[in-house]
């Protein structure tokens, strides 16, 4: 069978760049069994014969309407998929999906009937705001960071702002590399509308939000993007919690070694540091 990739070198790319996103969570141990999901808004790579390439599957329903995501493409992991699986094998454990005009459902185009992420209400609802929003963003990403998760288990950690000041002042590249920091998202059950109304909330403000117990959700210029916030992220909470366990608290840098990293890397300056 003819893939949708085949001569289509800027589409083959970016999926093949989330096939190699999916490599490196499996190999962080970021995505047991079928954790985490990917979307990837590959709607600049849709020519006239995938506009009209038919349905491969019913017509289904997101759960939720949203208008700025009207006809367009999506590159879907699939739900119950492996990232380790994806790594190897993009098409068949993902798929491309088309919104249909009522904004409200979809179908899946190609490779094969892969079933979308049971995240996709999350996903669909932040990739509408970003066109929304004109955002050059078109990829979003959920893992399980396990650092991250850990720290996410102590309710002081999850007031506003506060895990976002302790990672950035762990080691001074995370300021550098994700500005924005991190959102918080109280806990909600995984795959629900709550879980993505939630979500969206947060991304107005933040690259990268902590989903309280569960993971993270971040959003990028592409996947890779998106991972590195995440992966910066944890990097710091990883330096955070080798230095708890050597029985100490890490003093983290000054305040005023933290505005000199935001001044001469000119970076945004949304949250006090
Ligand atoms: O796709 O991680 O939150 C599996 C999950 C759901
Ligand atoms: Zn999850």
Known sequence: MKSILENRPALEATV????????????????????????????????????????????????????????CYFYCKGTGKRMR???????QNGSIIR???????????????VMPTSELPSHLSMHDYLIGSGSKYKASLHTHPIELVAMSH????????????????MIPETLAFAPLGLGIVPYEL??????????????KDY???MWEKHGICAVGLDIMDAFDQADVLN??????????SMGFE????????????????????????
């Open 16 to 71: 093949m760049q989330v096939a190699e996103v999916a490599g490196y969570l499996w190999e962080k141990g970021w995505a047991e069994r079928n954790g985490g999901n990917i979307t990837v808004n590959i709607s600049e790579h849709v020519d006239d014969e995938i506009k009209a390439m038919p349905a491969i599957s019913d017509v289904i329903q997101i759960g939720t309407t949203l208008p700025n995501i009207k006809d």
């Open 85 to 91: 699986d994806l790594a190897r094998w993009p098409m």
């Open 99 to 113: 919104i249909l005009p009522d904004c409200a459902s979809y179908v899946i185009i190609a490779d094969e009937v």
């Open 154 to 169: 102590n309710p002081a950690m999850l007031k506003k702002d506060v895990m976002t000041k302790l990672l950035w002042s």
């Open 190 to 203: 995984p795959g629900s509308v709550k879980l993505a109304d939630a979500t969206l909330e947060q991304i």
């Open 207 to 209: 690259d990268v939000v």
């Open 235 to 244: 990097k710091a909470a990883t330096i955070y919690l080798r230095a708890k």
């Open 250 to 273: 890490p003093t983290g840098m000054t305040d005023e070694a933290m505005k000199e990293v935001q001044d001469v890397f000119h970076l945004p300056k949304k949250r006090p540091c």
